[in-house]
């Protein structure tokens, strides 16, 4: 059943003054101060350039006001969908993945693109021949701050990645659930599996791996960007983005923490990728980009540990095109929530970092 609420719109970030000016891929978290941070990839010249940073902004008033964005990454290479949630206390953790260096000085197109937008970036680009040997390869990081986001710690490699990262688990410990990077041996499919941490995101060991879905025609590459979250039992709710049929969602559930998971189960549900957040009424509720018309935002809510699905819930329906999603919710105070996404603003020619806030 598809519902509307009460909304809210606004706008973190927005930009229009620059070749970098277009921004993507937001995730939102909240400190056991009350304190909302968003971290997103901006200051890009496009959907896929070399040239993204994660940036973060801070709201000390539940999300009506945003700090001027700060810059937590810039490496040579294209730091994106960033994610963030909090470890206790004021202390965060990022993560973000880059493309390998190849995808941007093998894409003739691309290569050509940037240089007429912006002729001055011909000499930066040809730097990208010269990176030191261990700076191409691309991958999966994260990095942990003591201090509500000023200063962060060293740079930790993962073999997986997903768009909203790892969460925190009622006993402390972390789990991610992530497709396995194109950096590793290419005789293998890119699987999606666990992994888990218990100091903070220093050292990892892997759990369990995600079965392929028992459909016809189905493989690994239709299956990316996926988030989960823990139940007040334990259980384990993942969501997946699937491309068969169409653009999709895959449920996936596990008992023991991670270590085996259900064979996953198509929704029906037109848009993702997903993000699960539990609420404290006990409902569970996934947040998606739909990039069919009509454009926008959208969230899907269970009342039953994700046995059923029943409400679909319309955030926005006025995006102009596509390009638009990877929505993240939070929990304030009052039990509202607040997504945050990224789409275009009216008629502007990139997207910008937008939130709304709504209630079940």
Known sequence: MEKRTAFEHGIIYRNTDTFFRYNGWASVCKDDEGTLYTVWSGARARHVCPFG??????????????SVPMIINDTWLDDRDAGVICLGGKKLLVSWFTHPVESYLGNEWLHDYIIKS???????????????????????????????????????????????????RRDGSLLYLGKEMWCHDKSTPDVIYAMESRDEGKTWTELGRVPLPEMEGITWDHLHEPHVAELPDGTLIGMIRGHHPGFTLYQTVSH????????????????????????????????????????????IVSYDG????????????????????????????????????YQVNGEDEFPSVMYTKWTL
Do not use: C
């Not at 848009?271 to 009509?294: D, N």
């Open 118 to 168: 912006w002729p001055g970036s011909a000499s930066a680009l040809a730097e990208y021949e010269n990176l030191p040997e261990d700076m191409p390869r691309g991958g999966s990081n994260i990095r942990v701050s003591d201090a509500d986001g000023i200063g962060w710690g060293e740079q930790i490699w993962m073999p997986i990645s997903a768009p909203h990262g790892p969460i925190l």
């Open 53 to 66: 940073k994660t940036l973060m902004s801070k709201s000390t008033d539940g999300g009506r006001r945003w």
């Open 256 to 299: 023991d923490g991670g270590k085996t998971w259900s064979v996953p189960v198509h929704l029906g549900v037109n848009g993702a990728p997903p993000h699960v957040l539990v609420h404290s009424s006990g409902a569970i509720v996934t947040t998606f980009g739909r990039r069919e018309e009509p454009f926008g935002e959208r969230a």
């Open 306 to 341: 994700g046995r059923t699905w029943p409400d679909e819930y319309i955030l926005r329906d006025d995006a102009p095109n596509g390009d638009l999603g990877y929505p993240a919710t939070v929990e304030l105070a009052d039990g509202s929530l607040l997504t945050v996404y």
